[in-house]
């Protein structure tokens, strides 16, 4: 039974992702042909984080009241819907709105379903169904630009929305007839948890998760923003090399989690968070410094596995201070850092660029990642301490 569970667990994140991973890189060319702006541009990828990051936690403190499977089947449905309104959408505004409907789906699955694998996940084995869900997470994105790529090549556009739609819906039928219900006992014990939770924001180890996975987000972001284009105009880069490099960062950061995960469970967490992000971020200043094509794929390569040996070890951390206050509200914060990190992210590469030109790009984030790794590391040691919270 716990198998059948983690499986359908996996497959709605993963499903999940390839809808957000087949519209991303669509959406400017739908959007070009109602004549959008950049800045309309900019408004469009902006909401979708937005919802999320403003709906994610209320979600997940709804959750830990009335069940994780009512909002997993929730927003499943509601994503095939939507994929369904894109094709539909007349006018910039109404792909705004989709948009942001389209965040408040994502926002009912992916932390609630995080939230799911996290109450079942066993003592000490945090890291390896952490990494295995990053896994199905990371491989629906990076399959997503894939899959919509040959459907609008082969079929047109509106194929790529009636088959994210159908997919969204057979994972709802999936959820909703064969995933049982998982609520939390309303004792006087989660009465307590609740009340404990009201403090969790000036909990240190919860802050300097939190600072991780933001900066990892932003760092993540900026690279596969501005990649593309530094690769493309400052190295004379092809598209198939450009794809080779952004795709290995993607693929081995989704691979590996599932095999590395495992690491946090036998490791120190923190040090591992320290040590990868700290390589994330030397890989990103060397990015802006590459002068080829091969530069570029070790570095997002490395970038890659550094990052599939940290996110398993912060989502560890998490899913060990959701058992001790309340799990739904704590991945909905963990994944709410995350929306904040793709929002902030394009702002200030964008401004970088701007001002600085772009390889500083580069060099903006790795700083940005580096501070983040050390103000994570003066929290976690702040919260060991004191023993907030104290995780092994």
């Given at each position: 039974m716990r198998n059948r569970i983690i499986d359908i667990l996996l497959i709605s994140l993963f499903v999940t992702m390839i809808g957000l991973g087949v519209v991303s890189p669509l959406l400017p060319l739908y959007a070009e042909s109602f004549e959008a702006t950049g800045l309309w541009l900019g408004i469009m990828f902006a909401a979708f984080s937005f919802?999320?990051?403003?709906?994610?936690p209320y979600f997940g403190k709804l959750s830990d009241k009335y069940g994780r499977k009512i909002f997993i089947a929730a927003g499943l449905l509601l994503y095939s819907m939507v994929s369904l309104f894109y094709a539909m959408a007349n006018s910039l505004f109404a792909l705004t709105l989709i948009r942001t409907i389209h965040g408040l789906a994502s926002?009912?699955?992916m932390p609630i379903a995080m939230a799911y694998i996290g109450d079942i996940s066993k003592k000490g084995k945090e890291g390896s169904m952490m990494g295995l869900t990053n896994s199905a997470i990371f491989l629906g994105?990076?399959?997503?630009?894939?899959?919509?790529?040959?459907?609008?090549?082969?079929?047109?556009?509106?194929?790529?929305?009636?088959?994210?739609s159908v997919l969204s819906g057979l994972t709802f039928l999936l959820t909703l007839f064969f995933l049982p219900e998982e609520k939390a006992e309303m004792t006087e014990d989660v009465v307590k948890k609740e009340m404990s939770y009201r403090e969790m924001l000036y909990n240190s180890i919860v802050v300097g998760t939190l600072i991780f996975r933001l900066v990892n987000t932003m760092g993540r972001?900026?690279?596969?923003?501005?990649?593309?284009?530094?690769?493309?105009?400052?190295l004379g880069l092809n598209a198939a090399q450009i794809g080779i490099i952004v795709s290995a960062n993607i693929f081995l950061t989704a691979i590996l989690q599932g095999a590395l995960g495992g690491l946090s469970d036998r490791f120190n967490k923190a040090d591992l968070i320290v040590g990868g992000s700290s390589v994330c971020a030397l890989s990103l200043v060397l990015m802006g410094l590459a002068t080829d094509f091969w530069q570029l794929l070790m570095l997002s390569s490395v970038m890659g596995i550094a990052s599939a040996i940290a996110i398993p070890a912060a989502t560890a951390f998490?899913?060990?201070?959701?058992?001790k206050t309340v799990m739904g509200e704590a991945m909905g914060l963990f994944?709410?850092?995350?929306s904040a990190g793709m929002v902030l992210a394009p702002i200030i590469a964008g401004f970088t660029d701007d001002h600085f030109g772009i390889g500083a790009v580069f060099g903006v984030a790795g700083v940005l990642v580096l501070m983040g790794t050390?103000?994570?590391?003066?929290?976690?040691?702040?919260?060991?301490r004191v023993k907030i919270l104290a995780i092994d």
């Open positions: 919802s999320r990051m403003i709906f994610m926002a009912m699955v994105l990076a399959s997503g630009p894939f899959l919509g790529g040959f459907l609008m090549g082969s079929f047109g556009l509106p194929a790529v929305f009636l088959v994210i972001g900026i690279l596969l923003s501005f990649l593309p284009l530094f690769a493309a105009f400052k998490m899913v060990v201070v959701g058992k994944s709410t850092s995350m050390l103000i994570f590391y003066y929290f976690i040691q702040k919260g060991l």
